[in-house]
């Protein structure tokens, strides 16, 4: 009997190698967490039991001496009697002191976790605070965004470019802060003094300038929507600034841009608000409006490539269409429009709105804002083009390990997170076959969950409730697991069609489309167990599964 394996990508490897590949990487992981990894994951009760509500991040940048000082004021709520609790702040950074109620207040240090203990109780539900006094040289990144500190540069005229970008390692790398995805801070202050030849650019809104008698002069820019700590952003340099206003769903929206003096170029300038203005009218129609009217939208040039800093997005494009020129699905589709503004853009939504609790689910920020990219396209150059680039990037997809991270260790999944989830996100709107669903969905996400952090279950239960589909399975197979499905058809003694799949998933199902060549597929619902494939006609030979949408293998005997 002959077999043939046909596959979706050009390589793939066999199921077993798959599932003894992702045992080994699971025990491998399991080993290489340490204390240091727990305190920074783990929810511990001197986490939870205090609410951050306020920040007052007060900083001065040295930039000749690569330094910075300052205070961060800890506003919280108390959701649980208690005298000790915990923040986080990197240990080559030094506190000078913690001042509660006008004392200092001793403190300890592990590794980049810092406690304190209160010289009184504080009750559930009492409103307090505290301040931190810190110092140092905060860690370099030598290749911001994929590491974490500050990116200390120049631009073409000599002047300071600095930013900070601190996704995945976290924002203690540089500033004191309860530092887990989990608690988001309902509103802050952000002032940073720096020398007054240069400005800085922070999240929020500008709301006062000082001018200081050392040579520094201070921006206070003020955050009134909930803020994802490490969203939280310095931008540093000689910039000039222009705006706009953009009609969106709720109303104007204000929308600036700050981009180096250098760059002051009508056609830059052109580039920055053609863009924006197309993301901005295709996002607020996929996924409701921009999520933060209120702090506004706007664009700030950096030396790296890009971040999706909360109304605050860090461009380092150079101006051009693609990413750096380049489409990552070889279609021709990734050059038509600028891929940082269109992908970072897009984490205003899936990743600042909707925040995963624990790092474990970044999937969540970057499947569904890869999706988004192909949703740009759709939205301007309809739907096949869209399923064209859907299919275009599992070029880059690995299959090494799965794309949802170990819980409580502050560790994300694979980087398939970004192409592997978005063709997941593609093969599932192809399955529930109305795209008014579809988009209700995504808009029912971003209104459920406004503002809001959720998990795995989350997501996966209001997909599947809301698409009327059961894709629990389907979700645990593409984000929990290495391999992807193998669908298995044979010819029965009596002639007819079966089809079963092949997956590490107990009770794995997922209907996919199939038909006859040059005729309308059907959405056939198969499982683990072989059952006939009802299409009138059907034989070995004209059998025409839709490996284009769906990320699967096809076996056939």
């Not at 304190?116 to 911001?144: C, M, W």
């Not at 390692?169 to 802050?188: F, I, L, R, T």
């Not at 093969?427 to 995504?442: A, E, P, Q």
């Amino acid at each position: 009997m002959k077999r043939t394996l046909l596959y979706a990508l050009g390589t793939y490897s066999i199921l077993a190698a798959g599932i003894q590949q992702s045992t080994a990487q699971l025990m491998k992981a399991k080993n290489e967490f340490t204390r240091a990894d727990s305190l920074r994951g783990f929810l511990t009760p001197l986490r939870t039991c205090y609410d951050i509500k306020y920040y007052h991040l007060d900083v001065k940048v040295d930039i000749n001496n690569k330094f910075i000082s300052g205070s961060n004021l800890f506003r919280f709520k108390a959701t649980t009697d208690f005298k000790r609790l915990q923040f986080d702040l990197f240990a080559n950074l030094k506190i000078n002191k913690i001042i509660y109620k006008g004392k200092e207040v001793p403190f300890t240090r592990e590794y980049n976790a810092v406690f304190i203990d209160f010289p009184v109780n504080i009750s559930r539900g009492t409103q307090d605070e505290f301040t931190v006094y810190y110092e140092g040289h905060p860690t370099e990144a030598l290749k911001a965004p994929w590491d974490g500190g500050f990116d200390w540069k120049k631009d073409s005229n000599g002047k300071p470019w600095v930013a900070t970008a601190c996704q995945g390692m976290g924002a203690s790398v540089w500033w004191p802060n309860k530092d887990h995805q989990y608690d988001e801070v309902d509103s802050m202050l952000i002032s940073v003094a720096v020398p007054n030849d240069v400005m800085n650019v922070s999240n929020g809104r500008l709301v006062k300038t000082e001018k200081m008698k050392d040579g520094y002069t201070k921006f206070h820019w003020k955050v009134v929507n909930p803020i994802n700590n490490y969203n939280v952003a310095i931008n540093i340099g000689d910039y000039i600034h222009f705006k706009e206003k953009y009609k969106g769903e709720k109303g104007p929206l204000d929308v600036d841009y700050y981009i180096l003096r250098e760059n002051d170029k009508a056609e830059k300038k052109a580039h920055l608000q053609k863009n924006a203005k197309q993301t901005l009218e295709a996002f607020e129609h996929w996924f409701g409006p921009y999520p933060f009217y209120e702090d506004g939208y706007k664009l700030v040039e950096t030396y790296h490539t890009g971040m999706e800093h909360q109304s605050a997005i860090a461009y380092g494009n150079h101006y051009q269409n693609g990413y750096r020129g380049r489409d990552a699905s070889e279609t021709g589709w990734g050059q038509k429009w600028d891929f940082i503004i269109v992908h970072e853009s897009g984490h205003e939504w899936f990743g600042n709105n909707i925040t995963s609790a624990d790092l474990a689910d970044m999937w969540i920020h970057e499947s569904f804002t890869n999706y988004s990219e192909g949703l740009f396209i759709d939205y301007f150059y309809g739907k096949e083009a869209s399923q064209t680039y859907a299919h275009g990037i599992r070029s880059g997809i690995q299959n090494d390990s799965p794309i949802q991270g170990p819980y409580h260790v502050n560790k994300e999944g694979s980087g398939d997170m970004y192409p592997k989830g978005g063709v997941m996100l593609n093969m599932i709107r192809t399955m529930i076959n109305n795209d008014d669903k579809w988009r209700s969905i995504l808009r029912g996400l971003n209104s459920k969950f406004y503002h809001q952090q959720v998990d795995y279950n989350d997501i996966v239960n209001y997909v599947s409730q809301q698409s009327g589909l059961d894709l629990l399975k389907v979700f645990e197979q593409y984000v929990q697991h290495t391999s992807i499905p193998i669908l298995e058809i044979r010819q029965d003694p009596s002639g007819r069609i079966m089809g079963r799949w092949i997956s590490e998933v107990k009770g794995f199902h997922m209907p996919i489309h199939i038909g006859i060549k040059g005729q309308k597929r059907d959405l056939i619902e198969l499982d683990q167990h072989f059952r006939p494939i009802k299409i009138n006609g059907l034989n070995k030979e004209n059998i025409d599964v839709d490996t284009f949408n769906y990320y699967v293998g096809v076996l056939s005997e």
